[in-house]
């Protein structure tokens, strides 16, 4: 039987509070039998009664309690219900939480994750649907972290989030996009006509972020490199696996789970060799992810850089109506559109 990504997610909370007993879980609607608005949290409760405690709707506050439980010395975990709900949280997040251990001249540690689902394709409408990450990255001392989902070595949904709570000493945003709960884990038995390389951000510390880097056994060399992260991860897998056995566009996919601060390095490599990139992302394309990463590649590869697009949201609000959600959110086929452009 195929594991999914919640029930992963799922495993590494339990392995965390059963590995720790500084390991707390905060939430709205966290407690058995309903286990929160997505079931990560199913079964915590009732395992660890004393230490999964449910809370008043108040982000703001709740974030602050967190917070002041990490300066004390516990490991709390919170979850936001819906990441549009991290907008009640920035105050904390970005003028508090992580400027702590820089204000007291690391005389402090704030191990705090704060977990959220986002992104849309569930009809939720244009206040439970955003893709809001952006708004986080590039904050000093907040590490922003978006799942894959794959099953490689000892490397998981579950162990990334497990890591994050046991041996991550400044805060973590962690993002879980709601079409990946339920998509099963991609092993090395599943991606059968994938070589799938692991390498690490960084590479020489302790705390280590995996990337995936994805070619089709036996291809060509690729000419396009993508990059993407989260659900929009997978849609770019199924589109290179597509363009490759039905059209021969060969392509090298990189998927990153540390979206801030960034490691280049991987996909520099990659487009080093290509000379092209598309950067896929399920937010609003001004400002965003793939921005900063173009910019970066622009600066660190100049004319080796032969072209660079960007795939992401219309600049709307997420609409209620499953077909205008669709049309305004990048798909599948948008991806395989502008490889075919990038190819040519």
């Given at each position: 039987?195929k594991?999914?990504?919640?029930?992963?997610?799922?495993?590494?909370?339990?392995?965390?509070?059963?590995?720790?007993?500084?390991?707390?879980?905060?939430?709205?609607d966290?407690?058995?039998?309903?286990?929160?608005?997505?079931?990560?949290?199913r079964?915590?409760?009732?395992?660890?009664?004393?230490?999964?405690?449910?809370?008043?709707?108040?982000?703001?506050?709740?974030?602050?309690?967190t917070?002041?439980?990490?300066?004390?010395?516990?490991?709390?975990?919170?979850?936001?219900?819906?990441?549009?709900?991290?907008?009640l949280?920035?105050?904390?997040?970005?003028?508090?939480?992580s400027?702590?251990?820089?204000?007291?001249?690391?005389?402090?540690?704030l191990?705090?994750?704060?977990?959220?689902?986002?992104?849309?394709?569930?009809?939720?409408?244009?206040?439970?649907?955003?893709?809001?990450?952006?708004?986080?990255?590039?904050?000093?001392?907040?590490?922003?972290?978006?799942p894959?989902?794959?099953?490689i070595?000892t490397?998981?949904?579950?162990?990334?989030?497990?890591?994050?709570?046991?041996?991550?000493?400044?805060?973590?945003?962690?993002?879980?996009?709601?079409m990946?709960?339920?998509?099963?884990?991609?092993?090395?038995?599943?991606?059968?006509?994938?070589?799938?390389?692991?390498?690490?951000?960084p590479?020489?510390?302790?705390?280590?972020?995996?990337?995936y880097?994805?070619?089709?056994?036996?291809?060509?060399?690729?000419?396009?490199?993508?990059?993407?992260?989260?659900?929009?991860?997978?849609?770019?897998?199924?589109?290179?696996?597509?363009?490759?056995?039905?059209?021969?566009?060969?392509?090298?996919?990189?998927?990153?789970?540390r979206?801030?601060?960034?490691?280049?390095?991987p996909?520099?490599e990659?487009v080093?060799?290509?000379?092209k990139?598309l950067?896929?992302?399920?937010?609003?394309?001004s400002?965003?992810?793939?921005?900063?990463?173009?910019?970066?590649?622009?600066?660190?590869?100049?004319?080796?850089?032969?072209?660079?697009?960007r795939?992401?949201?219309?600049?709307?609000?997420?609409?209620?109506?499953?077909?205008?959600?669709?049309?305004?959110?990048?798909?599948?086929?948008?991806?395989?559109?502008l490889?075919?452009?990038?190819?040519?």
């Amino acid at each position: 039987m195929k594991t999914t990504v919640l029930e992963s997610l799922n495993q590494g909370l339990m392995a965390a509070l059963k590995a720790d007993a500084t390991v707390h879980l905060l939430g709205e609607d966290i407690l058995d039998p309903y286990g929160g608005a997505f079931k990560v949290t199913r079964g915590c409760s009732t395992a660890f009664p004393e230490r999964v405690i449910p809370t008043p709707i108040s982000e703001a506050g709740l974030t602050g309690v967190t917070a002041g439980m990490a300066l004390r010395g516990l490991r709390p975990v919170l979850e936001i219900m819906f990441g549009d709900f991290t907008t009640l949280v920035a105050d904390q997040l970005i003028n508090h939480i992580s400027k702590f251990r820089w204000m007291y001249n690391d005389s402090v540690t704030l191990p705090l994750v704060i977990r959220t689902p986002m992104g849309g394709r569930r009809g939720y409408g244009p206040t439970h649907s955003q893709s809001l990450e952006k708004l986080f990255m590039g904050v000093p001392g907040l590490t922003v972290l978006a799942p894959a989902n794959f099953s490689i070595d000892t490397h998981s949904p579950g162990s990334l989030l497990e890591n994050s709570i046991l041996y991550t000493d400044s805060p973590v945003l962690f993002i879980e996009n709601k079409m990946q709960y339920l998509q099963p884990l991609l092993t090395t038995e599943i991606l059968s006509d994938f070589d799938v390389e692991l390498r690490f951000d960084p590479s020489d510390s302790e705390e280590q972020f995996p990337i995936y880097c994805l070619r089709i056994k036996g291809a060509p060399p690729a000419t396009v490199t993508i990059s993407a992260y989260g659900f929009c991860g997978e849609l770019a897998r199924q589109a290179q696996s597509k363009l490759a056995f039905e059209e021969e566009i060969f392509s090298q996919l990189i998927i990153p789970t540390r979206l801030s601060p960034f490691a280049l390095q991987p996909l520099m490599e990659s487009v080093a060799r290509t000379g092209k990139c598309l950067l896929v992302e399920e937010g609003t394309r001004s400002l965003g992810w793939g921005a900063e990463v173009a910019a970066l590649l622009a600066e660190t590869l100049g004319d080796k850089l032969k072209q660079v697009k960007r795939l992401a949201a219309l600049e709307t609000p997420v609409p209620a109506a499953v077909s205008l959600e669709k049309s305004m959110l990048p798909q599948q086929e948008d991806i395989e559109a502008l490889l075919r452009k990038m190819s040519a």
